[in-house]
């Protein structure tokens, strides 16, 4: 059953680029088959997060001479979650597409999308069935933070589902209206609702190149996604602290009585420094935790731009500037 109809729509496909030199000859030409496979124009939207390497100059070419090809440079790496940002803002299309650019979302699963969003889908999220190439401890730490971000947060976020989805023009539109610096995009489409399905495919490795996400940036998005949708860590803190002092005090009564009634008690000098660390060890932490919260509430209240571009190929020279975007074009 066909409920959209396809009389002048259009597709947009965002690919954040960090380094991948290695991939892009390969993502190029698997990218032009899609386009040239699909039954509508479309444009494929690079986003160079700052590459140091020549990932600018290819795509940049490659934008000048086929004007299906669009590209943004950030002025430096803002991260790939700021980068997909980038490129939704600079969409067009009627539906678009988020996929990484090392081939890892296969390009053939857009079309499945596509389907899916033709039968009145808003946003169509492509889970993983498996992942190959990534070390045991990746997929290991992957699957523990899903389940953790399952049984904490308040809004449903779908399992083993990244940052490969399709979402509809009026998804974009709402999604723009997020203004919030830390970005945890997957939970910020679980926040919007709208009608969601899934389509699932097997994760191969990266067609080339290493990883762009290092452990201690994958830390980073996890911590990212637990204090943006959960306030569970500010409420452990409440309980730990209660229940540290509850048995503090309790321990206190026993040291006074034994004190009192037994002359076998040596005042404790072990017992004083146990207590000290410990309460010193927790304070710190349950201080840290609120840390957290207090430093995105700066990070906020700054308001600065979200990200910089440095350079824009292939766009109508009309289109505005969003509100996450601080246009300074060279
Ligand atoms: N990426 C980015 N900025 C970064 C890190 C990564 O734009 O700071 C891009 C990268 O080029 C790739 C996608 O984000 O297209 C996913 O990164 P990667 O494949 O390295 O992550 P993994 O699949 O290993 O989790
Ligand atoms: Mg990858």
Redesign the pocket.
């Known amino acids: 059953m066909i409920l959209r109809p396809t009389e002048g729509v259009r597709y947009s496909l965002v690919?954040?680029?960090?380094?991948?030199e290695a991939v892009l000859p390969l993502l190029l030409h698997r990218i032009e088959k899609l386009l040239s496979s699909l039954d509508a124009p479309a444009e494929a939207i690079f986003?160079d997060?700052g590459s140091r390497d020549t990932s600018s100059i290819v795509l940049e070419a490659k934008a000048k001479q086929d004007p299906r090809f669009k590209f943004i440079r950030l002025s430096r790496?803002f991260?790939?979650q700021i980068?997909i940002t980038a490129g939704m803002d600079a969409a067009s299309g009627d539906a678009i597409v988020v996929m990484?650019?090392?081939l890892?979302d296969p390009p053939e699963v857009v079309l499945e999308m596509i389907g899916r969003w033709k039968e009145g889908y808003e946003i169509v999220q492509a889970r993983r069935l498996t992942r190959d190439g990534?070390s045991a401890f990746k997929k290991k730490t992957a699957s523990i933070f899903y389940r953790l971000l399952g049984k904490l947060s308040s809004v449903d976020i779908p399992r083993d589902v990244g940052d490969f989805r399709l979402i509809d023009r009026k998804v974009l539109e709402a999604f723009r209206e997020m203004p919030e610096r830390d970005r945890f995009v997957r939970g910020m489409f679980a926040w919007l609702g709208f009608k969601q399905c899934e389509v699932t495919f097997h994760r191969p490795a990266?067609a080339a190149g290493e990883?762009?996400?290092p452990f201690f940036?994958m830390l980073r998005l996890a911590v990212n996604g637990v204090v943006s949708f959960s306030d569970a860590p500010l409420k452990l803190a409440i309980w730990a602290g209660a229940t540290v002092s509850a048995l503090a005090v309790v321990y206190g009564v026993y040291s006074f009585f034994a004190g009192l009634f037994s002359d076998s008690v040596v005042r404790g000098w072990t017992s004083t420094v146990v207590i000290v660390s410990f309460l010193c060890g927790l304070n710190m932490l349950l201080t840290g935790m609120v840390g957290l919260y207090v430093g995105r509430i700066y990070a906020e209240v700054k308001r600065r731009p979200l990200y910089v571009v440095a350079k824009k190929i292939g766009f109508a020279a009309s289109a505005k500037a969003t509100d996450h975007e601080q246009t300074r074009v060279a």
């Open positions: 690919l954040p680029v960090f380094n991948e986003v997060d790496n991260g790939h980068a990484d650019a090392d890892q990534e990266r990883t762009k996400y940036k």
